[in-house]
């Protein structure tokens, strides 16, 4: 998971690659779902084993561009593995 400040970003035309949001490698995984929060918002992770965890948005720490994330969710066997992430 990775938490962005909205004005690290700058405006781009649409012509340019975009930014950098987070470093992918075998550690970090795949991005399963970006979404826009407030510090006023709460997230449910769902995993494949039925497995739900609640967070407050403000919760999460604030990262710098291009980082590797804050962890959230421990997946403790290859065959577990996060299905959705939903904001409330």
């Known amino acids: 998971m990775v938490k962005k400040l909205k004005s690290e970003y700058n405006e781009k035309s649409r012509l340019t690659l ?8 075998d550690k970090t ?16 992770i769902i995993n494949n084993l039925g497995m739900i965890l609640k967070i ?3 919760e999460i720490k604030v990262t710098k561009k291009n980082t590797m994330g804050v962890l959230l ?7 577990e593995k996060i ?3 939903i904001k409330y």
Do not use: A, E, Q, T
């Open 18 to 25: 975009g930014s950098k949001l987070m470093k992918i490698n």
């Open 29 to 44: 995984g795949k991005i399963i779902k970006s979404i826009v929060v407030n510090d006023k918002n709460d997230l449910f």
């Open 56 to 58: 407050k948005s403000i």
């Open 73 to 79: 969710m421990n997946i403790k066997n290859k065959n």
């Open 83 to 85: 299905i959705n992430i």
